[in-house]
């Protein structure tokens, strides 16, 4: 099958080193990446430039498809050749061009990403009236995204759009990732089976001992560096069921801004705020705000959260023009955040690893405050441990092969079966990385060969908490 290679809509088959393309593809990170160089003599009929999309295929397959982020010239000899060394990134990038900053309510978990689509669509399309091309096809095809089960509501503040989805995903036992068609997948985990033969139930099996076709070089560890069975959850902030209201009196001596007592769980948990009881439309401080207080216009307030993990001072202020005399009450009533630490802990990898150690199987491990986890209820919280725990208390099996095997994508799945070792384990394909050996259209072969190395793990990221 025949490559094509595009950048910016222009053909450069014709200027590219096939040697130098290296295709790297994740699910530890997101972003997959392609390198390459050009050779272009003279005067060619375009040049490549950073920003332009990068589409390479052989055949039907898309192989990349994404954006040039960074290139290098060089000039060559007789000043006529230049050669440029280019780095490429997924639609990733074009994804995260925009932060969320909203709250989810609870819904299923494809419901949820669709709904994130739409409002990246309609933010984009608010501030220009021509829209943007790349949210329209985000959102303009979500046939592959699955349906998933119903996950709680989420927060996200000032989040990429690639991170919130990663959120969601984890919340519902599933996975998400932009395709070379700049479409958002979201699949179950056992659903994406690989490219090797199946057993009679459809599931992909490498067979060590009898497969002789289909992989070499193949290396299989273990590890239990880092393995923790009893997650201690630190600092982590729950939202108050209670509402906490505070009462203050601004008279025209005064102060205009009122520090509330303890810190609101969120700048959208602030339930209302009144001035002489009327309730006042709230605006965040230094980011929704007039570039003065001198305004004609009366009936807001300006609202500040600390930073998260600390007591760091909350606030509401009012613009003083909006002072109606005399000595007025004001009601602030919001859902506050408190601290607590958690427990969890899983009998099944704390038996595992007592028939391997000898001991208990108690590995203690802490997650601490840096990592900044706020949960609704403490129902919540205990979910977020368990997915801590399915992380960090696995024996981690992980290992690599190469393979011409065609169809590779990380994340799929397959089952390694290896008798002499007791082996027969489901793992994950977590990093890819592909070297087109031959060039396109070769007359002694009929299709392009590609080398895959695929790295695989029992963990659907290939890394620990």
């Known amino acids: 099958m025949a490559l094509t290679f595009t950048i910016g809509g222009d053909n450069f088959l014709a200027y590219l080193d096939f040697k130098s393309i290296a295709i790297q593809q994740s699910r530890e990170v997101k972003g997959s990446t392609l390198n390459f160089n050009l050779r272009m003599y003279d005067e060619p009929p375009a040049r490549p430039r950073a920003g332009k999309e990068v589409i390479l295929t052989d055949g039907s397959?898309?192989?990349?498809?994404?954006?040039?982020?960074?290139?290098?010239?060089?000039?060559?000899?007789?000043?006529?050749?230049?050669?440029?060394?280019?780095?490429?990134?997924?639609?990733?990038?074009?994804?995260?061009?925009?932060?969320?900053?909203?709250?989810?309510?609870?819904?299923?978990?494809?419901?949820?990403?669709?709904?994130?689509?739409?409002?990246?669509?309609?933010?984009?399309?608010?501030?220009?009236?021509?829209?943007?091309?790349?949210?329209?096809?985000?959102?303009?095809?979500?046939?592959?995204?699955?349906?998933?089960?119903?996950?709680?509501?989420?927060?996200?503040?000032?989040?990429?759009?690639?991170?919130?989805?990663?959120?969601?995903?984890?919340?519902?036992?599933?996975?998400?990732?932009?395709?070379?068609?700049?479409?958002?997948?979201?699949?179950?985990?056992?659903?994406?089976?690989?490219?090797?033969?199946?057993d009679s139930s459809g599931n992909s099996i490498l067979d060590v001992e009898s497969d002789v076709s289909n992989f070499w070089d193949l290396a299989f560890g273990e590890s239990i560096q880092g393995v923790g069975t009893k997650s201690i959850v630190k600092d982590s902030l729950i939202k108050s069921t209670s509402v906490q209201t505070d009462n203050f009196t601004w008279s025209t001596d005064n102060e205009n801004t009122f520090i509330l007592r303890r810190r609101p769980f969120s700048q959208y948990d602030i339930v209302s705020v009144k001035l002489a009881t009327v309730t006042q439309t709230q605006k965040l401080d230094d980011i929704v705000r007039d570039a003065s207080d001198d305004r004609t216009d009366s009936g807001s307030c300006f609202i500040y959260v600390g930073p998260r993990g600390s007591n760091g001072t909350s606030y509401v202020r009012f613009p003083s023009v909006d002072h109606p005399g005399g000595t007025p009450a004001i009601e602030v009533k919001y859902n506050y955040a408190f601290s607590d630490d958690h427990e969890n802990i899983d009998t099944q990898y704390i038996q595992e690893l007592a028939d391997r150690t000898g001991g208990d199987g108690i590995h203690?491990?802490?997650?601490?405050?840096?990592?900044?986890?706020?949960?609704?209820?403490?129902?919540?919280?205990?979910?977020?441990?368990?997915?801590?725990l399915a992380r960090k208390a696995a024996i981690l099996l992980r290992?690599?092969?190469?393979?011409?095997?065609?169809?590779w994508v990380p994340g799929q799945v397959f089952t390694i079966k290896w008798a002499k070792e007791g082996i027969d384990e489901q793992v994950f394909v977590t990093t890819l990385r592909k070297t087109i050996l031959t060039p396109a259209n070769d007359p002694n072969l009929g299709d392009n060969i590609i080398l895959t190395e695929v790295q695989f793990s029992n963990i659907p990221r290939g890394v620990r908490m």
């Open 61 to 198: 397959t898309r192989e990349f498809g994404g954006t040039l982020i960074e290139m290098d010239r060089i000039i060559g000899e007789s000043n006529r050749l230049v050669g440029y060394t280019c780095s490429c990134i997924d639609y990733t990038y074009y994804l995260d061009r925009r932060f969320l900053n909203k709250i989810y309510t609870s819904a299923a978990a494809d419901d949820m990403m669709k709904e994130v689509l739409d409002d990246l669509k309609s933010d984009a399309d608010a501030e220009s009236a021509l829209g943007d091309s790349h949210y329209d096809d985000f959102q303009g095809d979500k046939t592959l995204i699955d349906l998933g089960p119903t996950i709680r509501q989420q927060r996200f503040e000032q989040v990429l759009p690639s991170q919130a989805f990663d959120i969601i995903s984890e919340a519902s036992g599933m996975m998400f990732w932009v395709d070379f068609n700049k479409r958002v997948n979201l699949t179950s985990l056992q659903a994406n089976q690989s490219p090797l033969p199946k």
């Open 399 to 407: 290992g690599s092969f190469s393979t011409y095997l065609k169809g």
């Open 364 to 388: 203690e491990f802490v997650f601490s405050q840096g990592s900044e986890i706020a949960v609704t209820s403490p129902e919540e919280l205990d979910e977020i441990s368990e997915i801590i």
